[in-house]
């Protein structure tokens, strides 16, 4: 009876002690939210919002903080890093999955998985040292003077450290579709690649779409490899080779002026309360249209 | 077949954006086409003291006001530069010379200033070879200040606990180190203030002293963090670079025991708090590529303060060619 009694105690107290954990980690988006949100307030009290957000003119000696050259670099890097990657990856994921044979698999997977785990700084190096003058070559080709130092470095630094998350993800949910469907589109006629595209593909779908929303959430907020290549200048681009200046680059490079004026470190902390919020708004998006895949495509 | 199609139309999107990108990208910048002699400008892009001094040099302007592709770290520069056949940057000389050699780092070239504007670089004006002229220039004060300038160790506050008699060693016994690692050693009386400042002894030689900041004195402080710990093994000296200005906010953080600073420490960080002291100088000095295409005459005639401003201020001075004129 008193055994019985102490173990529903300490179910009790281990079922309070993981919701008290569950609640933690929930508020922490929170927290974080009303902390930067405290540290802009300043900056928010003395200039209009759509003058911070909308103005490009950023001289923080004159008080003028627009940051909308950064939330358009960082949108710029972004979608060329994904329009690299995102097909490239599926396409791995397709191969991978439906056409390779187990070795090269078994070769493939690992290697893509350790380029997973390199450090950003290290892929910083590898495009300072490599893709850089690459793209300054292949500006020279088209007749466009370029010094490398541009958005398309970047995106192209960022979609090598999006691709194996993307691929590997990619890979393991096209691995879910039953073998089952694959033989019936094939015993109704259709080709090897007929089958992949019309019925794996599609099934996989909301898992695809999901790894490439992980990997444009980890593509947006990079800092330090784009950082090395893109140039930062803070004027809005207009070509893939021209320089951009995305937010998490402004913050991490002016972390050392926060000191210098009063409200240079609330700018700081408000151009990393916009790109939070640039990140709620698509990781909200994302959810919806996943939902909507799901019920489109489920294979239930 | 309607599923059908809207998947083959989803493939046919994603074409499209790629081939409209390349597009973009090709209309977007043409016209200049990839000029042998357009001035590719190179500037840094995280907070310091290079770009602050150099700043001040053209006509007292910040950092922010200077063009350019922004490129983070001294080492970051110089590989720049040495990649850009038409590139212009600024290093501190610990970067445009070598450390061990004292020579110009191979693939740069440091360009010589024409002081006096006589569209020629004298003699007196010719002391670019070797780290070492050009730290005896800076001391003669044949090289402008700026570029030339003091480094500083900041703290918040005061030096305490170990940070306190490293900095005091730092600035008696550890003089005798500046010359040979290329540096500039201040005036005797500078030394003295800055003893004066530091206040009396009370210091303790165990413990660890984290130092963080300048790119500039990070070769200096790492030579004298080995003699004094030849002298005094107890205590463990942590040196990190990473620009003037995460040296002065960890230094006010309190993430580090020292800041190194190279550039002036502003009102408003004096306000917060931040005690320092100067322990040497050195200069910010203009590289260009050793392959420019205009290298031989820029050596003989130097460029001039206006060419400079010219360059990375006003952005009207665009051709290799219309600098050596």
């Not at chain 1, 569950?22 to 988006?29: E, H, I």
């Not at chain 1, 809005?236 to 680059?249: G, N």
Request: proline share 4%; net charge negative.
């Amino acid at each position: 009876m008193k055994n019985i009694r102490l173990r529903k105690l300490k179910d009790l107290l281990a079922t309070r002690w993981m919701l008290s954990l569950t609640v933690f980690a929930a508020l922490l988006l929170v927290v974080i939210v009303v902390g930067l949100l405290n540290k802009a307030w300043p900056i928010l009290t003395l200039q209009p919002l759509n003058r911070l957000l909308f103005s490009s003119d950023w001289s923080p000696m004159r008080e003028e903080f627009g940051l909308s050259a950064f939330v358009l670099g960082t949108l710029w890097v972004t979608v060329v890093a994904m329009l690299i990657a995102v097909p490239l990856s599926i396409l791995t994921a397709v191969y991978l999955s439906e056409y390779a044979p187990n070795s090269i698999r078994g070769l493939v997977k690992p290697l893509l998985d350790l380029l997973a785990g390199i450090p950003s700084v290290v892929y910083g190096l590898f495009g300072l040292l490599v893709i850089v003058p690459v793209v300054s070559d292949i500006a020279a080709a088209l007749g466009v003077s370029s010094n490398g130092y541009n958005v398309l470095s970047g995106g192209i630094v960022l979609a090598i450290m999006v691709f194996p998350v993307v691929i590997s993800i990619s890979e393991e949910v096209i691995r879910t579709v039953p073998h089952g469907m694959r033989e019936a589109s094939m015993a109704l006629g259709a080709t090897k690649w007929q089958a992949t595209k019309l019925i794996i593909l599609r099934g996989a779908s909301p898992g695809i779409f999901a790894a490439v929303v992980l990997g444009f959430s980890r593509a947006i907020g990079e800092t330090m490899a784009v950082l090395m290549v893109v140039g930062n200048v803070a004027r809005a681009p207009s070509s893939v080779f021209d320089p951009a200046y995305p937010l998490p680059a402004l913050i991490a490079n002016n972390y050392g002026e926060m000191m210098s004026l009063p409200l240079y470190e609330s700018a700081l902390m408000l151009a990393a309360l916009v790109l939070l919020v640039l990140v709620l708004i698509f990781s909200v998006a994302a959810q919806v249209v996943l939902v909507r895949l799901e019920r489109r495509y489920s294979l239930g | 077949m309607q599923r059908r199609l809207a998947s083959m139309g989803a493939l046919r999107l994603i074409g499209c954006l790629v081939l409209l990108l390349v597009l973009v990208g090709i209309s977007g910048c043409g016209g200049g086409a990839g000029d042998a002699y357009a001035i590719e400008v190179y500037t840094r892009a995280d907070a310091c003291g290079a770009a602050d001094t150099w700043a001040l040099f053209l006509d007292g302007h910040k950092q922010e006001e200077l063009g350019g592709t922004g490129i983070n770290s001294d080492p970051g520069i110089a590989q720049a530069v040495i990649q850009d056949k038409r590139g212009i940057g600024f290093n501190n000389i610990g970067y445009a010379y070598d450390m061990d050699s004292g020579l110009q780092v191979s693939g740069l070239r440091v360009v010589p200033i024409d002081v006096d504007e006589n569209g020629r670089i004298d003699d007196w004006e010719e002391f670019y070879g070797t780290k070492h002229e050009v730290a005896t220039a800076i001391a003669e004060g044949l090289y402008p200040s700026p570029p030339a300038r003091d480094l500083y160790f900041v703290a918040k506050g005061g030096f305490s606990g170990p940070a306190k008699a490293f900095v005091r060693w730092v600035l008696t016994d550890g003089q005798q180190f500046v010359d040979e690692a290329g540096y500039v050693r201040l005036p005797d009386a500078k030394i003295a203030d800055a003893l004066a400042k530091l206040g009396e002894a009370q210091d303790s030689l165990t413990g660890t002293i984290t130092i963080t900041g300048a790119f500039a004195l990070y070769p200096m402080t790492v030579q004298w963090a080995e003699e004094f710990r030849k002298l005094h093994p107890a205590v463990k000296i942590d040196i990190s670079a990473g620009g003037a200005g995460k040296g002065m906010t960890d230094a006010l953080n309190g993430l580090a025991d020292i800041g190194m600073i190279s550039r002036q420490i502003y009102p408003s960080e004096e306000a917060s708090g931040a005690f320092w002291v100067p322990v040497t100088k050195d200069a910010v000095v203009a590289v260009v590529n050793a392959d420019n295409p205009v290298l031989e005459e820029l050596l003989e005639t130097g460029m001039t303060r206006q060419d400079f401003i010219d360059i990375w201020i006003n952005a009207t001075l665009t051709d290799w060619r219309e600098v050596t004129g």
